[in-house]
């Protein structure tokens, strides 16, 4: 399979607990990018990178989100203190090129108890 | 900044009827503008993308949608509906500026659920 992968596809956490989602990009692909998705609404932007450098953040990530891309491949998006708020799908999706569309993977669906 | 609206929350129509799903962008300077479809439990898949050149633009699935400058619209059309095509569907945009550069970060509507009634 060549798409993007996430993992873990599901975590439950209870509040308080860190939590750390991995994302692999399609090969090429030099720009990924990290949304989050609540139940009824579309994809909610949250970071973007080319290859290594964090060009981009939403003022949706808060101090609590950081996310990595350290050698221009796979990237993390790690969550301190999770609040019952932060239960979301987490989407990651790559490109590569200007006008080139965005593929996303299946998603890592939290639940913070 | 950059938004959409997708005023309807949900369409419904017969197989074999056409479909429409409307959608009606905001930016600061011109759009890139994307559909994409979500089915249950499943990441969200490409369908067409409108960059420049014809307003008509041709995707998977027999899709297409209408570029309409004027009304700053999106609009995803399919000729003849499959039951297969009921599924939630996403139009996006991304906002470039007269220079060239411009954010990278994709900005969705709400989505609409589409169903396919046989």
């Known amino acids: 399979d060549t798409g993007v992968s996430q993992d873990p596809r599901h975590k439950i956490t209870k509040r308080g607990q860190n939590v750390t989602f991995r994302c692999d990009p399609i090969s090429e692909h030099n720009r990924l990018y990290w949304y989050r998705q609540t139940l009824g609404q579309g994809p909610e932007f949250l970071t973007y990178?080319?290859?290594?450098?964090?060009?981009?953040k939403s003022r949706l990530l808060s101090d609590r989100f950081s996310a990595e891309r350290p050698k221009g491949s796979f990237s993390t998006l790690e969550i301190q203190r999770t609040e019952q708020g932060d239960s979301a799908m987490y989407l990651c999706a790559s490109s590569q090129g200007r006008g080139n569309e965005q593929f996303f993977g299946p998603g890592t669906r939290l639940t913070v108890l | 900044a950059q938004s959409v609206a997708q005023p309807e929350d949900q369409v419904n129509v017969a197989e074999g009827n056409p479909l429409t799903v409307k959608c009606t962008y905001s930016v600061s300077g011109n759009p890139y503008l994307f559909w994409y479809v979500q089915y249950p439990n499943r990441g969200l898949q490409f369908l067409l993308k409108y960059i420049t050149g014809d307003n008509l633009v041709k995707g998977s699935y027999g899709f297409e949608a209408e570029f309409n400058k004027s009304q700053t619209s999106f609009h995803l059309k399919k000729p003849s509906a499959l039951v297969s095509d009921s599924a939630l569907y996403f139009c996006?945009?991304?906002?470039?500026?007269?220079?060239?550069?411009?954010?990278?970060?994709?900005?969705f509507g709400k989505g609409t659920k589409l169903s396919v009634i046989p």
């Open positions: 996006a945009v991304r906002d470039i500026w007269d220079s060239g550069a411009g954010s990278y970060q994709l900005t």
């Open positions: 990178f080319q290859n290594e450098a964090q060009l981009e």
